[in-house]
T-cell receptor
Framework: AQSVAQPEDQVNVAEGNPLTVKCTYS??????LFWYVQYPNRGLQFLLK??????LVKGSYGFEAEFNKSQTSFHLKKPSALVSDSALYFC???????????FGAGTILRVKS | DGGITQSPKYLFRKEGQNVTLSCEQN?????MYWYRQDPGQGLRLIYY???????QKGDIAEGYSVSREKKESFPLTVTSAQKNPTAFYLC????????????FGPGTRLLVL
């Protein structure tokens, strides 16, 4: 069965510093990986996805993620964090023969000025 | 959130009452989904529909029902059989292929009186 893990409940970073939010996955075949962001009492907003091709994926608001097949990871990164990046981040996975998108439990990102 | 509307924003349910959450999309997507979000548990799939007049149970379908009579609409009914309905409910839509991005509505928060 497919699964996704976000090992950190919360990540704290100072404004201007680089940030990383971790995600690891488990699927039987080729994965389709997604990152979403959620602000309080709002729906999820799509940030980026990896389907195939270049392992480094660039997305919205300066975020990027690197697909690492050997480590089964898809960590979300940003070179310089903003206070406005503070939110709940979800990693999700489907795969070539999957029938649903599976979400991680989420990671709270707090960026302090 | 654009393109997918959910109503109401807040909904209060009394004991033994069925309530219906509305989800409408104008993106012409074939597939629609309902998720439940509880703190610290990520999103769990309740029901999904890939085409009009067809839908499948997700991971936590007990106590819920849906219909898909029109492509743009996918209402969710929380029945009295759902003993713990307090949660944030999110509707999403996408094209049918597994690698397609799901786009989310703003959510409905259901509270029990």
């Amino acid at each position: 069965a497919q699964s996704v893990a976000q090992p950190e409940d919360q990540v704290n970073v100072a404004e201007g510093n680089p940030l990383t939010v971790k995600c690891t996955y488990s699927v039987s075949g080729n994965p389709y990986l997604f990152w979403y962001v959620q602000y309080p009492n709002r729906g999820l907003q799509f940030l980026l996805k990896y389907i195939t091709g270049d392992n480094l994926v660039k997305g919205s608001y300066g975020f990027e993620a690197e697909f690492n097949k050997s480590q089964t990871s898809f960590h979300l990164k940003k070179p310089s964090a903003l206070v406005s990046d503070s939110a709940l981040y979800f990693c999700a996975v489907n795969w070539e023969y999957g029938n649903k998108l599976v979400f991680g439990a989420g990671t709270i990102l707090r960026v302090k000025s | 959130d654009g393109g997918i509307t959910q109503s109401p924003k807040y909904l209060f349910r009394k004991e033994g009452q069925n309530v219906t959450l509305s989800c409408e999309q104008n993106l012409n997507h074939d597939a629609m989904y309902w998720y439940r979000q509880d703190p610290g548990q990520g999103l769990r799939l309740i029901y999904y529909s890939q085409i009009v007049n067809d839908f499948q149970k997700g991971d936590i379908a007990e106590g819920y029902s849906v219909s898909r009579e029109k492509k743009e609409s996918f209402p969710l009914t929380v029945t009295s059989a759902q003993k713990n309905p307090t949660a944030f409910y999110l509707c999403a839509s996408s094209w049918r292929r597994r690698e397609e991005t799901q786009y989310f509505g703003p959510g409905t928060r259901l509270l029990v009186l």
